[in-house]
């Protein structure tokens, strides 16, 4: 099951879960990122990183763990 953190994602992971639930199989949850380029990066978004395209890459993945985090919890809940 695909997750991208919006409530469209969040009601679509439910019903995963459920029918999951209901036939006693397992759902793979994934959240997935492009790889960053230098020459991809759009220049505001650098920007609201503080003008480190690296700081910028780390803070995608933090939002990235944030989703799948929060998506996991909610297959345990």
Same mark, same amino acid.
């Given at each position: 099951?695909? #997750? ?5 994602? =969040? ?6 879960? =459920? @029918? ?6 397992? #759902?793979? @949850? ?7 380029? @230098? !020459? ?16 910028? !890459?780390?803070?995608?993945?933090? @939002?990235? =763990?944030?989703?799948? !985090? ?5 297959e345990?809940?």
């Amino acid at each position: 099951m695909a #997750v991208d953190g919006s409530e469209n994602s =969040d009601k679509a992971l439910d019903f995963a879960l =459920d @029918i999951a639930e209901k036939f006693n199989s397992a #759902v793979m @949850i994934l959240n997935v990122s492009e790889s960053l380029t @230098i !020459g991809a990066v759009p220049e505001e978004a650098v920007a609201y990183s503080g003008g480190n395209a690296v700081s910028f !890459g780390k803070d995608l993945r933090r @939002i990235h =763990d944030e989703i799948l !985090g929060r998506s996991v919890a909610r297959e345990s809940s």
